[in-house]
């Protein structure tokens, strides 16, 4: 076990701490996080390769849709406005399942938020794994803080012209690749990979990818925690999300204040001291640059690296790991209660503990209850049922619709023989990749028959007719009732289509239109 | 505001503005965000150099790039010309039978004779081509000079009575109230009702269908059919230009209204005329 002096005080210093409290707006201080090692780490590669493999990955995964339908698993075909995301095809019309989908995601975030704080930030947010990947590269080429603090400190010589170019060049292969794979979603993946290369592939294609790979690179690479302080408004909106029974990054300081380096000496002295021995690794490792130590912040994403970070310092310590825990509020607020015995005096290590050095029972700690309370059963709620009427709604939903338009200008047209004639703009959706041979009906409208333009359909109630598949069909249809059948200036009666294969049907109801001397 | 206030909690300056007691902090913006700024206001110089942009007396710079929304029109015109070329292409070298038995081809033809349609002949035909008194409904299936395609193409060509085409359709119905009597114009206009299922004095309908023998059959026919050749409508149908009714007809008989439509062709050319006449046959009366 070592001793407090023993812990290697890093020389860490945050740039915005309760000291030094820098103006909101100035140039940026230069952040050198340190590599942190702990299970939030490993959690945070696994969540980092998981994210990254589906972002990269997904544009090649394959589906088969049959001859008539591309084979990619996910594919915004904005050309053909279809959406394929495996076996669901969404039609234009459909999007309020992607409204849908968002909307689920809003109230995900309510309840992540609620619960666990600002795990979408520390984890999870696009911004922060890229950044985390930047890092990498940084850490790789460049090596650990202190070797990169020194890097960047000392002059510019050919080996830190070298190391800066590789890493740079890096970012941007990395920022091209990020920008690559977000178009793969709009093409046929190994397609418009052969045409990008070919120099073949469209424009836009070529800008997209240069769009992304810029901001990839200024974002992950060169503004880091900028985004997230300056300009996500997520960290505003979280302060409102956020209750005393989230759980979020804190710095437990009522069992760590009054901080010290010098614990035995103080000790000697006759005074208590905390479990904070002052090393500042918390502040090292944090790739925001703050202190956790000065409590909840706009800036903490709430990786917990910190926590690692102390978590390994509490070890060598032999003491108690989470000094910097995931606590709530109501938790923390307990326990500040309890070493400050009410308020009444400054922090006191010695009320949270018993004789033996243990915590006293009275110590506060998380229960998974806190969890479920009514505000996360409200979103738990919201978000099952947006999700089962979305399943729902996809379930039932029709693969074959009519849409009818009834011309409006004429409204009707006298014939020879005194019949009258209406028009209408007939559309037939086919919402599956296969051909079929859709009938067209029309119930009610007594003596009526159809007629269609430029089709060789002798006139009739009823007529057959196919269409291609996954398009829509638009037929000029024209109604006829004979003068002695016309009951009204306006009747009313069904188009029906069906589809005699898979016993699909649509109706819409119609209106005809007549004089009021037809009859 | 001579004298610098510091704000004592956050150790910032103010701007010296201050409302009941609130300051406002006067905080420095971030870097990046002023770079950002400069970098539009060089964008926008070099913007200005590049695309018209200073106004000067009586026009503007032109920018060393060339550009004008106008020669942009031209050349999407162009191109939207070049895109339907091998249609128009089709258009004029096939007849309207062929234009409107072909798919695609009708689409085209119907969309831009659509368009000249609304332009040249919605003032006597109307927005619908539901046509109005003295104006025929082009929509229906009754034809005074036939409504096959090709009928329709000489019709729009050459015109209706349209005295400077010497190939125009022509047709003149005599002004009965010089030729018969009034009584006889009372008893033919009955019949010819009565024809359409108009019901009539009996009494006049044997006197009148003898006028009509004698003085209509000629152009209208033995059966009153009436004889596209010669212009002169079916008078037993639904459909009347004029008016429907005994009134409506015996005014006809009298002093006969006649239409003129123009000639087009020469206006239009041939094949404008040709994606007309496949719109007005695609309306739904075209044989």
């Known amino acids: 076990m070592l001793d407090n002096t023993q812990v290697e005080r890093l020389d860490a210093e945050a740039v915005n701490s309760a000291k030094v409290r820098q103006p909101m707006y100035a140039a940026r201080k230069k952040i050198f996080p340190k590599r942190a090692s702990g299970s939030f780490r490993r959690f945070k590669w696994l969540v980092m390769a998981i994210t990254l493999g589906i972002y990269y990955l997904t544009p090649w995964l394959r589906w088969d849709r049959g001859p008539f339908a591309p084979d990619q698993a996910v594919l915004l075909d904005l050309a053909n406005r279809r959406f394929y995301f495996f076996f669901i095809e969404i039609w234009p019309q459909e999007f309020y399942y992607v409204a849908g989908l968002l909307v689920m995601a809003g109230v995900g975030l309510f309840l992540i938020t609620s619960t666990v704080g600002r795990a979408w930030c520390g984890y999870t947010c696009p911004q922060t794994v890229w950044v985390d990947l930047f890092l990498v590269v940084e850490r790789a080429i460049e090596g650990d803080r202190n070797a990169r603090m020194k890097l960047d400190a000392g002059p510019w010589t050919a080996r830190k012209l070298m190391l800066r170019v590789s890493k740079h060049a890096i970012w941007l292969v990395i920022g091209a690749a990020t920008g690559g794979a977000w178009i793969f979603y709009f093409a046929d993946a190994p397609t418009l990979f052969g045409d990008l290369f070919t120099g073949t592939a469209a424009p836009v294609a070529y800008v997209t990818v240069a769009v992304l790979t810029a901001t990839t690179y200024t974002f992950g690479g060169l503004m880091r925690e900028q985004v997230c302080t300056y300009m996500c408004p997520w960290p505003r909106i979280q302060a409102a999300m956020l209750d005393e029974n989230s759980l979020t990054v804190t710095y437990n300081d009522w069992r760590g204040e009054p901080r010290s380096r010098h614990a035995k000496k103080v000790q000697a002295a006759g005074q208590s001291v905390g479990d904070c021995v002052d090393c500042n690794a918390c502040v090292a490792v944090c790739p925001m640059g703050i202190d956790i130590r000065d409590g909840q912040q706009l800036e903490c994403i709430t990786c917990a690296l910190c926590i690692d970070a102390c978590d390994g310092v509490m070890d060598k310590l032999g003491r108690e790991r989470g000094l910097i825990s995931y606590a709530t509020l109501s938790d923390y607020n307990a326990n500040m209660m309890l070493a400050t015995a009410g308020g009444s005096s400054s922090v006191n290590p010695s009320l949270i503990r018993t004789a033996d050095g243990l915590f006293s029972d009275k110590v506060a700690h998380f229960h998974i209850r806190k969890i479920f309370r009514p505000r996360t059963y409200v979103y738990m709620g919201l978000w099952s049922l947006i999700g089962l009427g979305l399943l729902y709604s996809l379930l039932t939903r029709d693969r074959l619709e009519v849409n009818v338009l009834h011309d409006r200008n004429p409204q009707f047209v006298t014939l020879s023989d005194g019949s009258i004639r209406n028009g209408y703009t007939v559309k037939l959706l086919n919402m599956i990749p296969e051909p079929r041979t859709i009938v067209v009906t029309i119930q009610g409208l007594q003596g009526a028959d159809m007629s269609v333009v430029g089709d060789d359909i002798p006139a009739g109630r009823s007529f057959a007719i196919p269409v291609e598949p996954d398009r829509l069909k638009m037929l000029k249809v024209f109604v006829r009732q004979p003068a002695d059948q016309i009951h009204g200036t306006a009747q009313t009666f069904k188009f029906r289509v069906e589809d005699k294969a898979s016993f699909e049907s649509d109706e819409y109801t119609a209106t005809f239109n007549a004089p009021e001397t037809a009859r | ?287």
Not at chain 2, 15 to 28: K, S
Not at chain 2, 32 to 60: C, D, E, Q, R
Not at chain 2, 69 to 75: A, D, G, L, T
Not at chain 2, 85 to 104: L, N, P, Q, T
């Open chain 2, 1 to 287: 505001m001579s004298d610098e206030h510091i704000d004592e909690i956050s150790g910032v300056s103010t701007t010296g503005h201050e409302w009941d007691g609130i300051r406002e902090l006067n905080n420095p913006l971030p870097r990046w965000w002023v770079v950002t700024f400069y970098i539009t206001i060089v964008w926008a110089i070099g913007y200005t150099i590049a695309y018209p942009a200073w106004p000067l007396l009586h026009s503007a710079t032109k920018g060393v790039l060339g550009y004008s929304s106008r020669s942009e029109v031209k050349s999407e015109l162009t191109a939207a010309e070049a895109a339907k070329g091998k249609y128009v292409a089709a258009v004029e070298s096939k007849g309207v039978s062929e234009i409107a038995a072909d798919d695609a081809l009708r689409e085209f033809a119907v969309a831009a004779g659509g368009a000249a349609f609304k332009v040249n002949c919605v003032q006597c035909h109307g927005s619908g081509a539901q046509g109005s008194k003295g104006f025929p409904n082009l929509n229906d299936d009754d034809w005074l000079w036939g409504g096959k395609a090709e009928q329709i193409q000489q019709t729009i060509t050459h015109g209706i009575r349209f005295a400077s085409d010497p190939e125009t359709r022509l047709s003149e119905m005599p002004a009965f109230g010089d030729i018969i009597t009034a009584d006889q114009i009372t008893q033919v206009s009955a019949y010819v009702a009565s024809l359409s299922g108009k019901i009539q004095d009996a009494s006049l309908i044997e006197p009148g269908a003898k006028v009509f023998a004698e003085n209509c059959v000629a152009c209208h026919g033995d059966n009153a059919k009436g004889n596209r050749e010669l212009g002169a409508p079916d008078l037993t149908d639904a459909i009347w230009l004029y008016g429907s009714g005994e009134a409506a007809i015996a005014a006809q008989v009298r002093a006969p209204k006649q239409g003129v439509m123009p000639a087009w062709g020469g206006r239009l050319g041939e094949t404008k005329v040709k994606e007309l006449a496949v719109y007005v046959h695609s309306l739904g009366g075209g044989e």
